[in-house]
């Protein structure tokens, strides 16, 4: 029917189901039967799969090349085992179930570098819809939005810039300034100004 389902892909960080030693929920249950290594290995994740300064869930793994997200262990994405277990169920999802679009959970909890790396190994970014989720603080004068939002645009274009451009982002700061502009009745947000930040020309604004 020429619709394209799409998958939100959440790598940044899994829940555990059980309670470790310190008391706080870092262990996983059976490994998934479809995730066996290249030896046919099937692949238990433990504390290893979780960033060591993670602050809340006691990790063994690297330190964490992004944001830490509270809710949910952070996953170490340094770690090759790791990466190829994503990389599987990720090939999965597309091959099998028949995803043609990936929506990225939280990009800003993990370096853009290891994102690259799966949509090269995995996806056609010139046919399938590959896009993150990376929500930038905006910039405010107190309790008002400023008008000026170049930094964050920035923030957006050099994210997308460090993944040599295989995946887009949503473009949350104009949505912010929309969202301003309606709620607040003012459509003066709207007039059209010019971004003139690096990586870009003003017309690609």
Known sequence: MGVTPVCDVVINHRAAEGVGPEGAYNQYGEPDARDVDDEGNHVRWGEWAITCDDPS???KGGPDSGENYHA???L???NPALRESLKRWMRWLKTEIGFGGFRFDFVRGYAPSYLEEYVRA???PTADLVVGENWVDMNWEGSTLSYDQDGPRTKLVDWIASTHGVCAL???VTKGALQRAVEHVEF???RCVLYTGPHTTPSAW
């Open 57 to 59: 869930y006691h990790g």
């Open 72 to 74: 949910a262990p952070d």
């Open 76 to 78: 170490d994405h340094s």
């Open 122 to 124: 995995i996806f056609d």
């Open 170 to 172: 949503f473009d949350f």
């Open 188 to 190: 003066w947000r709207l």
